[in-house]
């Protein structure tokens, strides 16, 4: 299956998969539960991995690489900012939290895990072109 789709509406798909992973995390996470709360992060996590995807493999396959690269970052990035994200929800719902642990174990671990099978997986749509922008009309 090839997606084909204009670059607007797939940047919009892509931000609002990363609002969609936020708003879970903020409305069935802590506020239901700690084991909910670890079932949104990885969520929210899917969601963020797929909007990297929607925005770099259109790319295509001339920059395989730099597409790759670009994914394992923002994707390791993406877990920074989630770990931090879920520690002050988890205060903000009353809980006790170390959040200094929780990011740096984020950071230096999830992260470049998380970070490689995005790079892999967004490397590997873009070499096989499965995901395209719609070709400009001239007016």
Known sequence: MILTAPRPTLTLAAV????????AQWLLGYRVS??????MEVLALILYGAAIVLLLAPLG????LIVGALAFILMAWAVHLNAR????????????VIAAHRILLATLFIGPFAGLIAGVVTALVARFERIRWTPKTPQ
């Open 16 to 23: 609002c998969l990363v609002g969609l992973g936020v708003l």
């Open 34 to 39: 700690a084991g909910s709360a670890h079932a």
């Open 61 to 64: 396959r001339s920059k395989t």
């Open 85 to 96: 994200l879920s520690a002050f929800l988890e205060v903000e719902a009353g809980g006790q």
